[in-house]
């Protein structure tokens, strides 16, 4: 699965965020494992509209929503390259997850301590990114000396780590995270050097209760930085999203519309992780259950049927194939099937998000 690690300094709603989202998919799923999987490992629902259309057409008993995972990471502080605070285990957990949400505080109150004096949540986002910067660079720089060596010896591996970590590096000892450097077509590769600053991030702006619908003069001046930096951004007020989830579907509607608020943050929060992953989603449809299924942009038909089961891809031999849309618009699969909507793909089919998929394989 995929994981999303929630960062930043101490007191800015890291864990009332992280608790609101998790309490959020007990409470909705109860026929799905969403549970806290660690203290600080969440597994929580994909909310999707698509699925409850498709469900009633299908006329499934059960919706199997997907599922994202979120690890709240604590711990950092100014200097963690330098191994303050929880320092070198906080940089490993964050080493680990896919992509990084960085909760900036964006709401004053005396009573709430800001470690680092006033509310500010640009210094505070330089804080933690130059940290980040700073044990990825020696990361590399440690990592790189023993590569060059072997690379002088003809060992070709090592001379491409080389050229790879180059840019990288140069990026990194100018202030620019590793994400600003990555080659083209060199995604891969780089992530496996494990560095955190070429991950991607999402800036969750926690602003207070009043702003939540608007956001404030604190979230504007980091929307405007994520522009600059091509990142994206939420505006949330994590104290309103404690109290929604501790609220029934109905009742939550009902808040949510009386404080001006369309969706729930935590839902935002949700989709914008999964496009920050690259993730899409596929369904399936039967009697038993309507289920969407994870895959990452550009997969083919028999890795995304491997997602089910493995399988699937080793036996599959085609797929019939409704978009979403039409799956609607035909009323489901036989109406699509009459219209000439559906489709028989085989293996070089690139699955769409959105895709109503039956898989036909040998065993
Ligand atoms: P963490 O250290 O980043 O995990 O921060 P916490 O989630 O523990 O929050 C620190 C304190 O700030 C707690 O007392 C929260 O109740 C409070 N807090 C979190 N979000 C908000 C908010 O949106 N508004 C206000 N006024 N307080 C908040």
């Known amino acids: 699965g995929f994981n999303c690690g929630i960062v930043g300094l101490p007191n800015v709603g890291k864990s009332t965020l992280f608790n609101a989202l998790t309490e959020t998919a007990s409470a909705q799923a109860a026929n799905y494992p969403f549970c806290t999987i660690e203290p600080n490992v969440g597994r929580v629902a994909v909310p999707d509209p698509r699925l409850a259309e498709l469900a009633r057409i299908g006329k499934s008993q059960k919706i199997l929503p997907t599922s994202l995972e979120f690890v709240d990471i604590a711990g950092l502080v100014r200097g963690a390259s330098r191994g303050e605070g929880l320092g070198n285990q906080f940089l490993a957990n964050i080493r680990e997850v896919d992509a990084i949400i960085h909760v900036l505080r964006c709401f004053e109150d005396d009573d709430i301590t800001h470690v680092e ?14 940290e980040l910067m700073l044990a990825d660079l020696e990361s590399l720089e440690k990592r790189i000396v023993a590569l060059q060596k072997k690379a002088r010896g003809n060992d070709r591996e090592a001379a491409a780590l080389v050229e790879l970590m180059e840019p990288l590096i140069a990026a990194l000892r100018e202030g620019r995270p590793a994400r600003t450097a990555i080659p083209e077509g060199q995604e891969e590769a780089v992530r496996r050097l494990n560095l955190m600053t070429s991950k991607p991030v999402l800036y969750v ?5 009043g702003s939540a619908a608007t956001g404030n003069a604190f979230s504007d001046s980091v929307r405007a930085r994520a522009e600059a930096e091509g990142a994206a951004v939420v505006v949330v007020s994590a104290a309103i999203e404690a109290e929604v989830s501790q609220l029934g579907a109905e009742d939550r509607t009902e808040f949510l519309e009386g404080l001006g608020l369309s969706d729930s943050g935590l839902d935002r929060v949700i989709a914008a992780g999964y496009r920050l992953l690259g993730l899409r989603t596929y369904f399936t449809v039967g009697p ?11 997969m083919r038909a028999p890795q995304a049927a491997a997602v089910i089961h493995n399988d699937f891809e080793r036996g599959f031999i085609a797929c019939e194939t409704v978009a979403y849309d039409d799956y609607i618009q035909c009323n489901g699969e036989a109406g699509a099937k009459e219209a000439g909507k559906l489709r028989i793909e085989g293996r070089d089919y690139v699955v769409q998000d959105g895709d109503v998929l039956l898989f036909r394989f040998n065993v």
């Open 117 to 130: 004096g006033g509310v500010d949540p640009l210094r505070d986002a330089e804080i933690i990114e130059t």
């Open 205 to 209: 702006c926690n602003v207070d209760e």
């Open 288 to 298: 038993k259950e309507t289920r969407a299924w994870t895959i990452t942009a550009g």
